[in-house]
Nanobody, 125 residues
Framework: QVELVESGGGLVQAGGSLRLSCTASGRTFDYYFMGWFRQAPGKEREFVAAISWSGGITRYADAVKGRFTISRDNAKNTVALQMNALKLEDTAVYYC??????????????????WGQGTQVTVSS
């Protein structure tokens, strides 16, 4: 059974930093992208970032470019999201996601077959 478990969320002041981590179990995702999404109250789930298996390709939503960094450690089957210069509008539940095929449109939620339970990030003023 595949499981993705996020950690690292919490309450932080605007301008601060948080590091989210996601650990996968049940299978490895060799050669697959991994992604982070978020969902704020009353809004649809939206793409945040994605990373290729090698780490050589990374993609970011415009809203987080230059502030967030995605990385992965394939030996540990983990993917991380370093979030700096946090803004109030970054408040959301953050989800780790993995697809079940190699070639995907990384920004689309429907491309991902596996999801974590989410971790809350709250940015205060």
């Amino acid at each position: 059974q595949v499981e993705l478990v996020e950690s690292g969320g919490g309450l932080v002041q605007a301008g601060g930093s948080l590091r989210l981590s996601c650990t996968a179990s049940g299978r490895t995702f060799d050669y697959y992208f991994m992604g982070w999404f978020r969902q704020a109250p009353g809004k649809e789930r939206e793409f945040v970032a994605a990373i290729s298996w090698s780490g050589g390709i990374t993609r970011y939503a415009d809203a987080v470019k230059g502030r967030f960094t995605i990385s992965r450690d394939n030996a540990k089957n983990t993917v991380a999201l370093q979030m700096n210069a946090l803004k109030l509008e970054d408040t959301a539940v953050y989800y780790c996601a993995a697809p079940d095929r190699i070639s995907i449109d990384t920004s689309r939620t429907y491309e991902y077959a596996y999801w974590g339970q989410g971790t809350q990030v709250t940015v205060s003023s």
